[in-house]
């Protein structure tokens, strides 16, 4: 079976995120990494193929992206993945999430693989949207932030991530699978992994390649628009009580949060 | 000119990067505290690769080169130095005499085992009579019915004396005017390593005396031709010295990273001590002198790869970044003020572990000295 992992390059985890006001897009200008999410992605898959109850011939990873996107799939490979395809074109800037999952399943029908994984979301746009999206253009199920995948004949048991507790869901293949970070412990990449990264395939694919169309993606193609984006508003001074009298000081706290309905 | 690491090299600085944040930095201030050898992150460091990084794959390595070395050097003492010397002097003075001088059977016999970190090799140079004047040395070691007989004691060893030392290469006086390079196993009789120093800094790394009485190895353990010890280990000490600038620029980034992240979260005041112009000037000078030195660092690992002369270089870097290491780890304590001199903050260590660069693998004045004789002067 081939497994194709989405993965993502993001602006660094240590570089402080801002919106360029000129375009209403992330500015993604400064030092870039892997999304970490999808590290995660990668390892289940190597843990799916050394796991050596399914028959994994190929694990394949795919990202959209600018031509320095290259480097997420360098780091994918030598994470592990055995080739990877990179889907890049100036038509493509300014997708939206709906245009991206549509390019993105445009890609992966090339490929036609059994099991799709991905980060559940990117440390950049924190949309966790994307697998879905995906999922409804391969018309395969989908489930996300998936915390655990036991493989089970023909099926894979998934625990997934509610908001009281874990859900157990049994999903056939083929299916779009999102991981959240507790699933795994990703690996590092061995300086072999490393120097051996370059030479293993890399296909890069236009939009045409891909078999996408046009009005669909890109800043025209996209429904989302951005209006206009401002920072947090800056706290406001927190009120000082100082406990001169015990029995008065929680008065005037119980008084405050009383004022604010908080009570 | 192209300032910009090619992909492999920028990936393998981010793994390390990461497995120091993630592997190294929870546990680095226990082992200093406890001075205990890291061997799980040195048995780690050897699944990656990291252990044999410059050495070709035919004989066990990564097979990166120099440049790799150095990153991954730098990216270790960017928050270990313990961690960061045991990994360097494995490689460039515990393994590179073997992959350099040793013949196919000793390279056969070593390499597989050193460059996979499974052990560790170790080079014993210094005397208690011979440290800058490394030419003085005192160990001895006379033919007898075909093996080598060693005297002699040596000091200041680095990966000699752990569970998984494999051997030691010493210096030994093998004729009046002529010295040659020893292969000595570990648990060869009369063999001995001392106890650990008590040292400043270098806390989890391993640091022992050797002595040598008695000592038989075979005839075999010459390492190269006879007499060529004084040449061989002057070429050891250049290729290492790119290693120990390498930590240095890893020790000064981490000890401005801590201080930088300090000076924006402490307040005095009522406003964080970053934006306080004298704080600002500290931070900005360590920041344009790491700069200067990763680049001359950089610069002596790319001149060695090309296969081009790199003593000159590699000299002027090693002083650039000791006393740069020094400084910075000095800047960093003084911006933490009273809590850079607790232990609980890592600028504390930087600050003990710092000094050494600046006396180890040649000190200051002996990089003056090659770098002086190489200005023609």
């Given at each position: 079976?081939?497994i194709?992992?989405l993965?993502?390059e993001?602006p660094?985890?240590a570089v402080?995120?801002?919106i360029?006001?000129?375009t ?5 200008s400064g030092?870039?990494n892997?999304?970490p999410?999808d590290?995660?992605?990668i390892?289940?898959a ?6 050596g109850?399914l ?5 394949v ?6 031509e320095?996107?290259v480097?997420?799939l360098?780091k994918a ?7 990877s395809?990179?889907l ?8 939206d ?5 549509y390019?993105?399943a445009q890609?992966l ?6 099991l799709v ?8 746009g924190?949309?966790?949207?994307i ?8 018309q395969?199920p ?5 915390i655990s ?11 997934r991530q509610a ?21 795994n412990?990703?690996?590092y ?10 030479k ?6 236009s939009?045409?390649?891909a ?8 800043a025209?193609g996209?429904?989302?628009e951005?209006?206009s984006?401002?920072?947090p508003p ?12 015990t ?8 008084a405050?949060?009383?004022e604010r309905?908080?009570? | 000119?192209?300032f910009?690491l ?7 600085r981010r793994?390390v ?7 190294v ?5 226990a ?10 992150i ?7 690769g990291?252990m044999?990084?410059?050495?070709p794959?035919e004989?066990?390595g ?21 961690v960061?010397?045991?990994m ?5 003075l515990g393994?590179q005499?073997?992959?350099l ?6 390279k ?13 090799g170790?080079f ?13 040395v005192r160990?001895?070691?006379?033919l007898?019915d ?5 005297d002699?004691?040596?000091q200041?060893?680095t ?11 010493i ?9 040659s390079n ?9 063999y001995?390593?001392?106890?650990p ?5 270098w806390n989890?790394s391993?640091?022992?005396p ?15 031709p006879r007499?060529?010890g ?11 010295r790119?290693?120990v ?5 890893g020790l000064?980034?981490g000890?401005?990273d801590?201080?930088l ?7 005095a005041f009522g406003?964080p001590?970053s934006?306080?112009?004298a704080i ?10 790491i700069?200067?030195?990763?680049l ?6 790319r001149?060695k790869d ?11 870097a090693k002083l650039?970044?000791?006393r ?6 000095e800047?960093?304590?003084q ?16 600050y ?6 600046t ?10 000295m ?8």
């Amino acid at each position: 079976m081939k497994i194709c992992v989405l993965v993502k390059e993001v602006p660094d985890a240590a570089v402080t995120k801002r919106i360029d006001p000129a375009t209403g897009r992330l500015d993604r200008s400064g030092e870039k990494n892997l999304n970490p999410y999808d590290t995660h992605a990668i390892e289940a898959a190597m843990q799916l193929k050394e796991g050596g109850q399914l028959q994994v011939d190929e694990i394949v990873a795919i990202t959209m992206g600018p031509e320095s996107a290259v480097r997420a799939l360098h780091k994918a490979v030598s994470l592990g993945a055995d080739r990877s395809v990179h889907l890049t074109d100036e038509a493509l800037a300014g997708s939206d999430v709906a245009a991206t999952g549509y390019a993105l399943a445009q890609t992966l029908k090339r490929e036609n693989p059994d099991l799709v994984l991905l980060g559940q979301q990117s440390d950049d746009g924190e949309c966790y949207t994307i697998g879905a999206v995906v999922a409804d253009h391969l018309q395969a199920p989908s489930l996300t932030q998936v915390i655990s995948i036991e493989v089970d004949g023909d099926v894979l048991r998934c625990e997934r991530q509610a908001e009281y507790g874990y859900d157990t869901v049994e999903v056939e293949l083929p299916a779009v699978i999102s991981v959240g970070d507790a699933i795994n412990e990703p690996r590092y990449p061995s300086l072999k992994a490393i120097m051996g990264a370059k030479k293993k395939p890399l296909e890069t694919l236009s939009a045409a390649d891909a078999g996408i169309d046009l009005s669909r993606v890109g800043a025209a193609g996209s429904q989302v628009e951005c209006g206009s984006f401002k920072a947090p508003p800056a706290k406001a001074a927190g009120t000082i009580i100082e406990d001169e009298d015990t029995n008065e000081t929680v008065e005037k706290i119980v008084a405050w949060l009383d004022e604010r309905k908080l009570i | 000119m192209d300032f910009d690491l090619p992909d492999g090299h920028e990936l393998l600085r981010r793994t390390v990067r990461e497995f120091a944040e993630g592997e190294v930095a929870p546990v680095a201030e226990a082992l200093d505290r406890e001075k205990r050898f890291p061997y799980e992150i040195v048995r780690r460091m050897g699944e990656l690769g990291w252990m044999g990084i410059p050495f070709p794959e035919e004989v066990g390595g990564a097979g990166g080169d120099t440049l790799a070395y150095a990153l991954a050097v730098e990216e270790l003492a960017r928050v270990d130095s313990s961690v960061a010397i045991t990994m360097c002097a494995h490689t460039s003075l515990g393994t590179q005499p073997i992959y350099l001088f040793g013949t196919d059977e000793q390279k056969a016999q070593w390499l597989p085992d050193l460059t996979s970190g499974r052990r560790l090799g170790a080079f014993g140079l210094t005397e208690p009579e011979a440290g800058s004047d490394a030419g003085n040395v005192r160990t001895r070691a006379r033919l007898e019915d075909g093996e080598w007989v060693i005297d002699g004691a040596k000091q200041f060893i680095t990966n000699a004396g752990t569970d998984i030392s494999g051997l030691v290469c010493i210096t030994a006086r093998t004729g009046e005017d002529e010295i040659s390079n020893l292969i000595v196993p570990n648990g060869t009789p009369g063999y001995e390593q001392g106890e650990p120093y008590r040292k400043m800094g270098w806390n989890a790394s391993d640091t022992r005396p050797l002595t040598f009485t008695g000592c038989r190895v075979p005839e075999a353990n010459l390492l190269g031709p006879r007499g060529n010890g004084f040449k061989q280990f002057l070429h050891i000490l250049d290729i290492g010295r790119i290693g120990v600038a390498a930590m240095g620029v890893g020790l000064a980034q981490g000890a401005l990273d801590q201080a930088l992240a300090y000076a924006k979260q402490r307040r005095a005041f009522g406003r964080p001590i970053s934006s306080f112009q004298a704080i600002q000037a500290k931070l900005a000078d360590m920041s344009a002198e790491i700069e200067a030195a990763r680049l001359l660092v950089y610069k002596a690992a790319r001149l060695k790869d090309a296969g081009r002369p790199f003593t000159l270089t590699a000299a002027q870097a090693k002083l650039k970044t000791g006393r740069l290491a020094v400084r910075c780890a000095e800047e960093a304590v003084q911006i933490h003020g009273g809590y850079g001199y607790i232990e609980e903050y890592p600028v504390c260590r930087f600050y003990r572990d710092a000094k050494i660069l600046t006396i180890g693998e040649g000190t200051d004045e002996v990089q003056q000295m090659v770098i002086a004789r190489a200005l023609g002067a």
